[in-house]
């Protein structure tokens, strides 16, 4: 199995910036998709932004221009830059990556933990 671990929340002031890291680790494995989701409480779980592996990225509505999430191929590394920080960015955020286990040849679709993100003053 391929296992993500978060990293880099916290509490923030409006209009600051945090930065995520998400880490995967397992044996023998290549991610394709690595993503970060959030969900704050009462509300459905969100797509914030995705990354393949060729680079290609997607952004919701409501983070494009504020946040960019990048990749380290090398180190199996997810990065979200988060600026411009709103109280409505408060939220569980979630990695996400789905590749294939190079062994069994079969698919895979793993979840970190979570990290807690909270802008306010």
């Known amino acids: 199995q391929v296992q993500l671990v978060e990293s880099g929340g916290g509490l923030v002031q409006p209009g600051g910036s945090l930065r995520l890291s998400c880490a995967a680790s397992?044996?023998?494995?290549?991610?394709?998709?690595m993503a970060w989701y959030r969900q704050a409480p009462g509300k459905q779980r969100e797509l914030v932004a995705r990354?393949?592996?060729?680079?290609?990225?997607i952004y919701a509505a409501s983070v494009k221009g504020r946040f960019t999430i990048s990749r380290d191929n090398a180190k199996n590394t997810v990065y979200l830059q988060m600026n411009s920080l709103k109280p409505e960015d408060t939220a569980v955020y979630l990695c996400?990556?789905?590749?294939?286990?190079?062994?069994?040849?079969?698919?895979?679709?793993?979840w970190g933990q979570g990290t807690q993100v909270t802008v306010s003053s």
């Open positions: 996400n990556a789905g590749g294939v286990i190079t062994s069994t040849s079969r698919g895979y679709d793993s």
């Open positions: 990354i393949n592996s060729g680079g290609s990225t």
């Open positions: 397992g044996s023998s494995f290549s991610i394709y998709l």
